[in-house]
Nanobody, 122 residues
Protein backbone atom coordinates (compact mmCIF):
# COMPACT_ATOMS: atom_id res chain seq x y z
CA UNK A 1 0.00 0.00 0.00
CA UNK A 2 1.26 3.48 -0.90
CA UNK A 3 -0.35 6.83 -0.15
CA UNK A 4 0.71 9.83 -2.20
CA UNK A 5 0.14 13.55 -1.66
CA UNK A 6 1.24 16.16 -4.19
CA UNK A 7 2.06 19.78 -3.44
CA UNK A 8 3.87 22.70 -4.97
CA UNK A 9 1.47 23.65 -7.72
CA UNK A 10 0.43 27.21 -8.34
CA UNK A 11 0.27 30.01 -10.87
CA UNK A 12 3.40 31.09 -12.68
CA UNK A 13 4.23 33.14 -15.73
CA UNK A 14 5.60 31.57 -18.86
CA UNK A 15 9.32 31.07 -18.57
CA UNK A 16 9.14 30.50 -14.85
CA UNK A 17 9.86 27.43 -12.75
CA UNK A 18 8.07 25.22 -10.26
CA UNK A 19 9.06 22.28 -8.11
CA UNK A 20 6.31 19.80 -7.46
CA UNK A 21 6.60 17.44 -4.51
CA UNK A 22 5.08 14.05 -3.93
CA UNK A 23 5.06 12.87 -0.33
CA UNK A 24 4.67 9.14 0.06
CA UNK A 25 3.83 6.84 2.90
CA UNK A 26 3.52 3.11 3.11
CA UNK A 27 6.11 0.36 3.17
CA UNK A 28 5.96 -0.33 -0.55
CA UNK A 29 7.09 3.13 -1.61
CA UNK A 30 10.81 2.55 -1.38
CA UNK A 31 10.69 -0.25 -3.93
CA UNK A 32 8.15 1.42 -6.20
CA UNK A 33 8.74 3.40 -9.35
CA UNK A 34 7.04 6.78 -9.41
CA UNK A 35 5.61 8.59 -12.35
CA UNK A 36 4.34 12.10 -12.80
CA UNK A 37 1.32 12.55 -15.05
CA UNK A 38 -0.72 15.58 -15.97
CA UNK A 39 -4.21 16.20 -17.20
CA UNK A 40 -5.42 19.39 -18.81
CA UNK A 41 -9.15 20.17 -19.04
CA UNK A 42 -10.73 18.12 -21.79
CA UNK A 43 -7.60 16.06 -22.33
CA UNK A 44 -6.39 12.61 -21.45
CA UNK A 45 -4.03 12.12 -18.54
CA UNK A 46 -0.54 11.95 -19.98
CA UNK A 47 2.84 10.80 -18.79
CA UNK A 48 5.35 13.49 -17.89
CA UNK A 49 8.28 11.78 -16.17
CA UNK A 50 9.15 8.62 -14.27
CA UNK A 51 11.86 7.38 -11.95
CA UNK A 52 12.67 3.88 -10.76
CA UNK A 53 12.84 2.90 -7.12
CA UNK A 54 16.52 3.59 -6.61
CA UNK A 55 16.60 6.70 -8.78
CA UNK A 56 19.03 5.43 -11.36
CA UNK A 57 16.57 5.29 -14.24
CA UNK A 58 14.50 8.21 -15.41
CA UNK A 59 12.32 8.79 -18.44
CA UNK A 60 10.69 11.94 -19.77
CA UNK A 61 7.97 12.78 -22.21
CA UNK A 62 9.31 14.54 -25.26
CA UNK A 63 7.16 17.57 -24.42
CA UNK A 64 9.13 18.24 -21.23
CA UNK A 65 12.53 16.72 -21.97
CA UNK A 66 15.23 19.26 -21.24
CA UNK A 67 12.88 21.33 -19.09
CA UNK A 68 11.99 18.82 -16.38
CA UNK A 69 13.96 16.90 -13.78
CA UNK A 70 12.52 14.10 -11.69
CA UNK A 71 14.29 13.02 -8.53
CA UNK A 72 13.57 11.14 -5.35
CA UNK A 73 14.79 11.02 -1.77
CA UNK A 74 13.88 7.65 -0.32
CA UNK A 75 15.13 8.65 3.12
CA UNK A 76 12.42 11.33 3.16
CA UNK A 77 9.85 9.37 1.14
CA UNK A 78 9.71 12.19 -1.40
CA UNK A 79 9.69 12.48 -5.17
CA UNK A 80 10.15 15.79 -6.92
CA UNK A 81 9.43 17.16 -10.35
CA UNK A 82 11.21 20.37 -11.18
CA UNK A 83 10.03 22.13 -14.29
CA UNK A 84 11.74 25.10 -15.90
CA UNK A 85 10.93 27.30 -18.88
CA UNK A 86 7.24 26.67 -18.25
CA UNK A 87 4.84 27.18 -21.12
CA UNK A 88 1.09 27.84 -21.12
CA UNK A 89 0.60 24.35 -22.52
CA UNK A 90 2.07 22.96 -19.28
CA UNK A 91 -1.11 24.09 -17.53
CA UNK A 92 -2.74 21.00 -16.00
CA UNK A 93 -3.39 19.07 -12.85
CA UNK A 94 -0.26 17.11 -12.01
CA UNK A 95 -0.44 13.71 -10.37
CA UNK A 96 2.18 11.39 -8.95
CA UNK A 97 1.63 7.69 -9.12
CA UNK A 98 3.44 4.58 -7.88
CA UNK A 99 3.87 1.31 -9.69
CA UNK A 100 6.24 -1.58 -10.27
CA UNK A 101 8.37 0.09 -12.91
CA UNK A 102 8.85 3.21 -14.98
CA UNK A 103 6.13 3.16 -17.62
CA UNK A 104 4.37 5.75 -19.73
CA UNK A 105 1.02 3.93 -19.46
CA UNK A 106 -1.14 5.18 -16.60
CA UNK A 107 -2.80 1.78 -16.16
CA UNK A 108 0.56 0.43 -14.98
CA UNK A 109 0.40 2.57 -11.85
CA UNK A 110 -1.69 1.30 -8.98
CA UNK A 111 -1.50 4.17 -6.51
CA UNK A 112 -2.33 7.81 -7.26
CA UNK A 113 -2.32 11.10 -5.45
CA UNK A 114 -5.09 13.67 -5.62
CA UNK A 115 -3.18 16.07 -7.85
CA UNK A 116 -1.86 19.61 -7.69
CA UNK A 117 -2.81 22.33 -10.15
CA UNK A 118 -0.30 24.21 -12.26
CA UNK A 119 -1.38 27.28 -14.21
CA UNK A 120 1.07 28.92 -16.59
CA UNK A 121 0.06 32.31 -17.95
CA UNK A 122 1.51 33.93 -21.03
Amino acid sequence: QVQLVESGGGSVQAGGSLRLSCAASGPAFRTAAVGWFRQAPGSEREFVAGINWIGGQTHYASSVKGRATISRDNAKNMVYLEMNMLKPEDTANYYCAAGPGVDTRRERYRYWGQGTQVIVSS
